[in-house]
């Protein structure tokens, strides 16, 4: 049984920072790409940042230059939030695309809630 874990949400005043963290744990044979998605209540659910076992990542153009990306093993991946909007408000929701063994195939967090509101 597979499971991401993240932690870290909450409330932050317009300009102010967060640090999100997923952890993956279970029968794990190798993780690929990891990433963070974000869903705003009546949007779609968005990627935010994604980066690869060999450390390229890639970000959303809403988010470049405020937020990083960072793994710093192969199980565990963050997010680096800076100079919050409001609009950045959303549930973030960890992904992984995993090997078990058996099978490859992308899991899902139970997701994070973000507020960004004075």
């Known amino acids: 049984q597979v499971q991401l874990v993240e932690s870290g949400g909450g409330l932050v005043q317009p300009g102010g920072s967060l640090r999100l963290s997923c952890a993956a744990s279970?029968?794990?044979?190798?993780?690929?790409?990891m990433g963070w998605y974000r869903q705003a209540p009546g949007n779609q659910r968005e990627l935010v940042a994604a980066?690869?076992?060999?450390?390229?990542g890639n970000y959303a153009d809403s988010v470049k230059g405020r937020f990083a990306i960072s793994r710093d093993n192969a199980k565990s991946v963050y997010l680096q939030m800076n100079s919050l909007k409001p609009e950045d408000t959303a549930v973030y929701y960890c992904n992984a695309q995993i090997d078990t063994g058996p099978i490859i195939r992308r899991y899902w967090g139970q997701g994070t809630q973000v507020t960004v509101s004075s």
């Open positions: 980066i690869t076992n060999s450390g390229s």
């Open positions: 279970g029968s794990i044979f190798s993780i690929y790409s």
